[in-house]
């Protein structure tokens, strides 16, 4: 069974960074993407960023394109998401998400942006 154990978040200044981490576990090979959504109040989901498993390919919400960065440790079976130039509207809950047989997802993490 897929399992993501996401951690980071917290409340951060506008303008400043956090970073947030997704350990997979059960997911053992084949080309997927996993990446991350958000939901802020009152808003649907929405797709920020993800990357694919095998070739590193990495897409982009327009709203978040140079500002954050998706990164992965095979390794470590970890995905990362570096949050740069933090603005207001980023304050959302962010779900860790892989696509392997069927959607798996991560508990959320809040992350709170304030002027």
């Known amino acids: 069974e897929v399992q993501l154990v996401v951690s980071g978040g917290g409340l951060v200044q506008a303008g400043g960074s956090l970073k947030l981490s997704c350990a997979a576990s059960g997911v053992t090979g084949g080309d997927y993407f996993i990446g991350w959504f958000r939901q802020a109040p009152g808003k649907k989901r929405e797709g920020v960023a993800c990357i694919s498993s095998s070739a590193g390919s990495t897409y982009y919400a327009d709203s978040v394109k140079g500002r954050f960065t998706i990164s992965s440790d095979n390794a470590k079976n970890t995905v990362y998401l570096q949050m740069n130039s933090l603005e207001l509207e980023d304050t959302a809950v962010y779900y860790c998400?892989?696509?392997?047989?069927?959607?798996?997802w991560g508990k959320g993490t809040l992350v709170t942006v304030s002027s």
């Open positions: 998400h892989v696509s392997y047989g069927r959607d798996f």
